[in-house]
């Protein structure tokens, strides 16, 4: 076999842009290559000398599908910082609100970007002609998380109402019920749609990768915990920057992320916390897993998509009974005075653990930054398991070895512009 080049222009059904490069001599694949081209945000520069109010607020424009990671992570690490502990009640309602986040963007994604590709279709809207019915559930189903965002955010799109010790306003216990038939439907329709997704033909693959995630004792996790590893070691959140590591590397703006305990990357996002955390998953969403016989382990990638639905399932179940629970939450938010300190979080995004630090003054205002997004985490690994498509596919027509590398990174959900309309593919047989 000849040497080959193959460049696929745009990837659609993925957040932000970026490329693929593959370079084949023969039978052996010289180079494998997520490039990512999006100019640098520069937050973390942005976010220096600011009075640590604004944080949640900036940071959530880092994303319009996640902001709401972006605003927890920066809150809970600040309030490390400044030894602020809320409520019970006030962190009910932090993880209500995450669960509106988890419904809207694993909503959009399972029927809109990922379903596409195990039906054969190009894009949604094609999708839609023959499957309509699925497609006006899984836009509903975003539908109820954009409410839930909005309610207790302010709006549904970049929220205002989260901050450091609680939130501005808290809603009247009357609009919290408004939502509960919605959600009882969403909760059968989110099973609907994970058996469903159970019914598809999935490549075989399996991935040799080491899942991480946060684990909490009591709970699935979201906001708080420690971070796990498949290996079967235990992080403390505090020792984040000393085992995760990031390096750049020349064809990417993104920073790619790898253990320096073992030199290997490792996979964030809904894989990894099923696989890590299956029986913390409300009762509903673990019967479920048994019915479809999702495994003890599951290391195909393509079935993330599955995870997802058990998990929106899960965030249903859990903003259920917080919604029907809900009763007042007494102040809004703890009062805090500035002092020097240096706070670190973790929380789970939509895409997997997001990692935040600040280092603040005596005068209140943010001395240094460091945001760690999911998907510049998962980039490392990407390129492994690309590396495996590529190998097991590699006699294949150009057009049909793209579509199948296409296809594996949109499993995982990458939310390029927060890692630094993807993916330009280049396959270059010398």
Request: with cysteine; glycine share 8%.
């Amino acid at each position: 076999m000849g040497d080959r080049k193959i460049k696929v222009e745009t990837l659609t059904r993925v957040e932000g842009e970026g490329g693929l490069f593959i370079r084949m001599s023969g039978e052996t694949i010289e180079e494998v290559r997520l490039e990512i081209y999006e100019p640098p945000r520069l937050f973390e520069a942005l976010l220096r000398g600011r009075p640590l109010e604004d944080a949640p607020d900036i940071t959530a424009r880092i994303c319009g599908i996640c902001p709401v990671a972006y605003q927890m992570s920066s809150v809970h690490a600040l309030e490390a910082a400044l030894k602020v502990t809320v409520s019970p009640e006030i962190r009910r309602l932090r993880r209500l609100l995450y669960c509106g986040e988890w419904i809207e963007s694993h909503g959009l994604h399972m029927h809109l970007l990922h379903a596409p590709d195990f039906l054969g279709f190009e894009s949604g809207l094609e999708m839609a002609k023959q499957f309509p019915d699925e497609v006006n559930r899984g836009l509903r189903l975003k539908k109820h998380g954009n409410q839930l965002v909005d309610l207790l955010g302010g709006r549904a799109i970049h929220p205002v109402n989260v901050c450091v010790g609680g939130f501005y306003r808290i809603p009247r216990r009357n609009e919290f019920q408004k939502l509960i038939p919605d959600f009882e439907w969403g909760l059968n329709a989110a099973k609907e749609t994970t058996r469903w997704l159970a019914g598809f033909d999935f490549p075989e693959m399996e991935s040799d990768c080491d899942f991480v995630s946060l684990s909490h004792p009591d709970e699935y996790p979201m906001n708080e915990g420690v971070m796990k590893s498949s290996l079967g070691d235990v992080i403390d959140v505090e020792q984040y920057e000393e085992e995760f590591e990031e390096r750049q590397v020349p064809h990417s703006t993104a920073l790619q992320a790898f253990r320096k305990s073992t030199g290997r990357p490792y996979l964030l996002g809904p894989l990894s916390r099923i696989n890590l955390n299956r029986n913390q998953l409300f009762p509903q969403a673990r019967k479920l897993a048994d019915e479809i016989g999702w495994e003890s382990v599951c290391r195909n990638p393509h079935k993330a998509i599955i995870a997802r639905g058990l998990e929106i399932v899960h965030a249903y179940e859990e903003a259920l009974s917080i919604l029907r629970d809900q009763h007042p939450a007494g102040k809004p938010r703890e009062s805090y005075s500035p002092q020097a300190g240096t706070g670190k979080s973790a929380t789970e995004a939509p895409r997997g653990t997001l990692y935040h630090r600040y280092d603040i003054d005596d005068q209140g205002k943010i001395v240094e930054a460091c945001i760690v997004p999911p998907t510049s985490q998962n980039q490392a690994q990407i390129e492994v398991d690309l590396k495996h498509v590529v190998a097991e596919s590699i006699g294949n027509e150009e057009a049909e070895l793209a579509r199948k590398c296409e296809n594996l990174v949109r499993a995982y959900d990458p939310c390029i512009s927060c890692s630094t309309h993807f993916l330009k593919v280049t396959i270059d047989r010398d």
